[in-house]
């Protein structure tokens, strides 16, 4: 085919020559689609197929905020080293939503490919000559071998993978393999599925050459691993963690956190033979209602939840106050997406990190957890239960769009059955019958954590006392009186320190010639090492360090000490990490230099290697 | 009003209970509100309710917004656990308690200013869910706390202290809750002891969300002339709809009640609650004449108080409607939560 050259507006196109490399294992492509056919189940057949060969994976959904009709694309990224940050170079594009053709031919890197739907002819105006145009008929194809309208479209989608089964030499007994378990109960599906694959696939093996530079061999390295999603994996974390009570408001990206919860719920918790359920979920009338019911579940001695995201945490900012004060656990899971207000709710983002250090009015500081991948989504969760009842204190798990919707090649699911929850101090009513004192004193006296015992409605009469949002002394009872006020705050900022010892500790890895320091969070993970490899290749060293909790443990301290230049690397405009670990840390913030990416895409490596290479 | 500690001895002549205990054993700390404030009685009521129920007080959990009338579950059942919560979210805060712990009583305290505005959605919400307890809103037209501004459930034309009438339609939670489906629907008035007992005793029964709206003035904001809740204007219009008595499990009288004017509930534990219909056409079962009623009687200037409104199936309460298991959340055993790890390793399959 020829075509004139359009030229391209991709930004981030790496030096040419490339082309010439071996892509076996290391490349990524694009697939573009119209949001509503049915191209997420096809995407993920892809995807988990190269998961099952072995290879590591990643796939990252870009999707509008809308229900139907709305472009939408999925990006995989293969590669063998297990760099799986986004990428957006992408050495094939399958283009199947016509409104976006000119955009989407345009991304595809020199010496690329671009799949479309031949049935209509390209119009020359989106011509390349530095790319290759492989057409496939799909539309034909499948309106000659399917008959009901809505298989024909959905099909053709399915068509397509059974091209790039062929293009990237994809083990077809895997794709069926996969077909046959995902449609055991449902023969006839599973017979156009591969059918509509089979169509694809010959097309290509007859009309291309396949396959192409840019394929798949099978490797050893996914063994062990499972491919899931951050909040599917958290609400794991939540059933494991023994929670009974979940109450929430309905909002992207959170949503399937409880989504997931109530099918795991359904599963394991509900008696088969009464339909009894040992969890009691509540969809509540605003995020207000949500957070107030946590609360009082908690207060009752359920372990309870809440999930959300931005939006909702500024209006459960007021009862997470109440929380902090009136010492009582809650686990508020925030799923980050892009702010301010409304924002961007499909897009992803860091952007609540300084808001849940410090939600509410007044003195408030909260324990934050930063899972940076599902298998981290699944055990902070549980690690934030303990936590908040060790410290009767709110503990946010701060996940965001990218780890919790997209799916992530992860080490599976570790689960010891050994594992007590800690209840922290709770009061029985022998303990309580047994106090030295005649009456029972909520908020004394306190251990080395600065934590007093709490006791629980309807254990026993001696254990009765009055919880409070206002004013009270350590005994508590209503004050105003200015020091016994302090002395609880105090104790409560005494509380915060503490939790510095048992959070989990930052992931730290040094390098010998290191000359710097990286200091990242959350989902940035694999963008930075991946950067952070780079670099070393071209003989930069820094070392690398990862926060999973606020407040910052020693080795946090200890790390921004021992670096006379320290990168922070976050998702969001006014590096608010950086400006926690200068409130919080005794680091001058001069030797913090901040590099931000906030667009609303999954960071990519030369966003940070391009940040620590400008002066 | 006063801020000394009550003297714990109490009198040996004192008439105890089931339990044992004495009204003394089901008092809180002294109160700190006005002289003459309305909530003052409603606290004595809900003493006696409690006292005549033989409710272990351990067993009840009381919760409360902000206001006056929210700080009142301080002054009633020291031995039962308290929650002073945040301006209108007790209705919020009591589902997820009522959701953890299905076996303890719950009584919230609310006011018209925590209720009716800033706490309508999450009241409206828990008789929607009907969650089993007993929600007093005590109605004085005003911000106690706050000194008097008008509060939501203020009659059009009514006046404030100043002299400045107020132009702004009520919200009336009786017919609120009526139109949301609340399955108890009660008013009364604070200076009615002998129709408030029992009717609280009534709603603690309650197999779900039991709503009483008690008139409750303010002696400081509104207790004037121009008040359509003052003690005054309470008095003259009030007009009981239905008298209500109580009568325990084993101590039913039927024959103080003529045949035909008296509706019969018995509640979840066997009590029994006579509605006695002072207005012959009132069926205090059927909501759609119910609200017919009440409508005609307001708009005659009238106060109708009492049980005005009775489903008494429990068919729609929470737990039941959630299917959650009879055993309180609270107390199932971690190994009956935690699928463990065999089930985990199985479920990963799914994610290969
Ligand atoms: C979020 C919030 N907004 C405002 C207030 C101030 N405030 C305290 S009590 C109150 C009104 C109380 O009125 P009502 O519930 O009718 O109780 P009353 O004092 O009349 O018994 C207000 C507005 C508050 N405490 N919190
Ligand atoms: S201000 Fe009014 S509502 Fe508050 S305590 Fe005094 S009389 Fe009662």
């Known amino acids: 085919m020829q075509h004139e050259a359009v030229a391209s507006s991709q930004e981030h196109i790496q030096p040419s020559g490339e082309e010439v490399r071996d892509r076996t294992n290391d490349f990524a492509f694009k697939l573009a689609n119209v949001n509503g056919t049915g191209s997420a189940s096809a995407n993920g057949l892809i995807m988990q197929a190269i998961f099952r060969m072995g290879i590591p994976v990643s796939g990252k959904n870009l999707f509008p905020s809308n229900i139907q009709g709305l472009p939408t694309w999925y990006e995989v990224r293969v590669n063998a080293k297990g760099h799986t940050a986004r990428t957006s170079v992408y050495d094939l594009i399958v283009a199947m939503n016509a409104e976006t053709y000119a955009r989407d031919i345009r991304e595809v890197r020199p010496g690329g490919y671009v799949l479309y739907d031949a049935t209509w002819p390209l119009s020359p105006a989106l011509a390349r000559d530095d790319v290759t145009f492989l057409g496939v008929p799909y539309a034909q194809l499948c309106n000659e071998n399917f008959t009901e309208v809505r298989e024909r479209t959905l099909m053709k989608n399915i068509a397509y993978v059974g091209t790039l089964v062929a293009l990237f030499d994809i083990d077809m007994d895997i794709v069926t393999g996969m077909l046959k378990e995902k449609f055991s109960r449902k023969p006839a599906l599973m017979e156009s599925n591969a059918k509509a694959i089979k169509l694809g696939y010959d097309y290509a093996r007859e009309h291309f050459e396949c396959p192409l530079p840019m394929k798949l061999e099978k490797m050893d390295a996914t063994k062990g691993s499972i491919l899931i999603d951050g909040n599917t994996a958290t609400a794991l974390g939540c059933v494991y963690a023994g929670a009974t009570v979940a109450a929430w408001y309905p909002i992207t990206p959170s949503t399937s956190v409880l989504d997931g919860f109530k099918a795991f719920c359904e599963t394991y918790r509900t008696d088969k033979a009464t339909g009894e359920r040992r969890y009691c979920i509540l969809q509540a009338e605003d995020e207000l209602a949500a957070m107030g019911m946590v609360i009082g579940a908690a207060w009752n001695g359920a372990r309870a939840f809440t999930s959300t995201s931005g939006p909702g945490i500024s209006l459960m900012s007021e009862l997470i106050g109440l929380a902090y004060y009136a010492e009582v656990p809650a686990v508020i899971v925030d799923v980050q997406r892009v ?277 | 009003m006063s801020y000394i500690k009550k003297p714990l001895v109490r009198h040996p002549s004192l008439k105890t209970n089931q339990l044992g205990l004495t009204v003394r054993d089901y008092e809180g700390t002294m109160s700190t509100l006005c002289a003459g404030c309305g909530h003052d009685s409603i606290t004595a009521a809900i003493v006696r309710a409690f006292f005549e129920l033989d409710t272990p007080p351990h067993m009840v959990a009381k919760l409360s917004g902000i206001g006056c ?129 029992p009717i609280l005793k009534a709603g603690l029964l309650h197999e779900g969300f039991a709503l009483i709206d008690v008139i409750s003035p303010c002696v400081t904001f509104n207790d004037h002339e121009g008040s359509t809740k003052s003690y005054v204007h309470t008095r003259k219009k009030q007009v009981p709809i239905v008298q209500t008595d109580f009568v325990p499990a084993a101590a039913e009288i039927t024959a103080e009640y003529p045949e035909g004017s008296v509706t019969k509930v018995t509640t979840h534990d066997g009590a029994t609650i006579h509605l006695r219909k002072m207005a012959a056409d009132y069926d205090p079962t059927d909501r759609t004449r119910a609200m017919a009623m009440l409508r005609e009687r307001q708009a005659a200037g009238e106060i109708p108080t009492g049980l005005l409104f009775l489903d008494p199936t429990g068919a729609t309460e929470m737990h039941r409607g959630a299917k959650t298991v009879s055993t309180p959340l609270v107390d199932v055993p971690f190994d009956d939560l935690c699928p463990g790890h065999d089930a985990l390793e199985r479920l990963q399959a799914a994610y290969r």
Not at chain 2, 93 to 119: E, F
């Open chain 1, 339 to 615: 702010g301010p207000s409304t924002g961007m709710p499909t897009r992803t983002q860091q952007g609540d990190i300084l808001m849940c250090a410090y939600a509410s009015h007044g003195d408030t500081k909260h324990v934050v957890l930063f899972p940076a991948n599902p298998n981290e989504c699944f055990s902070l969760a549980v690690k934030a239960f303990d936590l908040a009842e060790k410290l009767q204190t709110p503990v946010f798990l701060l996940s965001d769009l990218d780890i919790g919707m997209n799916d992530w090649v992860v080490p599976r699911l570790e689960w010891d059955d050994s594992y007590k929850p800690d209840r922290g101090r709770v009061l029985s009513k022998e303990e309580l019958l047994a106090l030295p004192t005649p009456k029972y004193y909520r908020y004394s006296p306190e251990d080395e954590h600065g934590v007093a015992a709490r006791t629980l409605p309807g254990v026993h009469e001696k254990g009765s006392f009055f919880t409070r949002g206002s004013g009270h002394n350590k005994l508590g009872g209503y004050t105003e009186i200015p020091d016994e006020y302090q002395e609880v705050m105090d104790r409560l900022a005494r509380k915060h320190r503490a939790a510095r010892h048992l959070v989990p500790p930052a992931i730290i890895e040094k390098r010998p010639e290191a000359t710097f320091g990286v200091v990242t969070v959350g989902g940035c993970d694999p963008a930075v090492r991946e950067a952070l490899e780079t670099l070393e290749e071209r003989g930069v060293h820094g070392d690398f360090l990862r926060v999973r909790a606020f407040p910052f443990g020693d080795e946090v301290e200890a790390f921004l000490a021992e670096h006379e230049i320290v990168y922070v690397v976050e998702q969001n405009r006014d590096a608010q990490l950086r400006s926690l670990l200068i409130l919080e840390t005794s680091v001058p913030k001069e030797k913090l230099r901040s590099i931000t990416a906030y667009g609303g895409f999954p960071l990519q490596a030369h966003q940070v290697i391009e940040g620590i290479a400008l002066p």
């Open chain 2, 69 to 197: 009338s929210s700080k009142t579950p301080a002054y009633f059942l020291s031995g039962a656990h308290g929650f002073n919560s945040a301006h209108g979210r007790m209705a919020a805060i009591a589902t997820g308690a009522a959701a953890a712990n299905r076996k303890l009583a719950y009584i919230g305290v609310s006011g018209d200013g925590d209720s009716l505005s800033i706490g309508l959605g999450h009241m409206s919400h828990a008789i929607r869910r009907n969650v089993k307890m007993l929600y007093i809103i005590e109605n004085n037209g005003v911000y106690g706390l706050t000194k008097g501004q008008f509060s939501a459930s203020a009659d059009m034309g009514s006046k404030s202290k100043r002299g400045e009438a107020n132009a702004q339609s009520p919200i009336d939670p009786v017919m609120l809750a009526l139109s949301l489906g609340a399955t108890f629907v009660a008013r009364s008035f604070s200076g009615d002891k002998t129709q408030l007992v």
